[in-house]
């Protein structure tokens, strides 16, 4: 298959997980990439631990079996404010989270290979304080090649939501951001209004964004999806950015289940667990070592 754009969908979920799961699911067969601001946050079930007799409660979020999931490493007190979701059928792009770049839970730095190039896409969730503005304006010298930033940036201003008269003092931070990264301001096809208020005493607003290169080929192009919404107030973004033509067919290897290759495969991982020497170890971190020679002859 061969891919000339990447279809990105974009949406603050309020930590609502039903959402999400269903976004994973209906987008699966349309959008190559998600990127969700405020996602789920829950414990999983208490899991051994070596260090706590009680056991560990990690923080979890939505998965699902056609997806890669990219998350900045959660704390109970800290948890992220944006993941973002990669298709598997695109996974030829070697797509991957910049740590290295930018390490912070409002921000995912998404790096891919096209061809020759490696290009970053940006999910942003930006607090009303404007924490995630200020994470992207220190750390603006690292980031290489963008071809797109989404998300929730939390900012009104008149240059982009009708229902408001004045501009913000953020908003020439976030223009020289996105200058810098040779992005613009791409409105959608179809403006409106991308939360609607939970009260009567609240207006409707514009806050969550997009910037795309002016080259882009769909700049301009990205549309509202607020039939898509609810149970959030943000509507959901459905966002098209261009790449260099390339096949991204990729082709899985597996043996055929119940053949006598198989068959044959899993006779020898018994016999060859069977020499195990799990008396002779000390520490449990020698035990991979000692695995990693069966199978192999």
Known sequence: ??????????????KNKILTDTILETQKNNADIILIQEPPQ????????HTNPNGDTPYCTSHHPDWVLFINSPEPKNPPWVSTY????????????CLDLINHRDINVIAFHNHWDTLHIINVYSDSNQTGLGVLRNNIRNLGSTIAMAGDFNLRDSDWDPNYH??????????????????ELSPPSNPGPTRFADNLHETNSVLDLVFLSPNNPWFGQNML????????DHVPLMIWVGINNENVETVIQSTKKDSEEERDFIDEIKENTKSLNIWDITKFSRLPCQMNNCGTS
């Open 1 to 14: 298959m061969n891919k000339h754009n990447l279809v990105l969908f974009s949406q603050n979920v309020r």
């Open 42 to 49: 829950f414990c999983a079930t208490c899991i051994p631990s």
């Open 86 to 97: 990669i298709n598997k059928r695109v996974g030829k792009l070697r797509f991957s989270l």
């Open 166 to 183: 004045h501009h913000s003092n953020q908003t020439k931070d976030l223009m020289i951001i996105a200058n810098s990264l040779g992005l």
């Open 225 to 232: 999806a607020p039939e898509l919404r609810k149970p959030s």
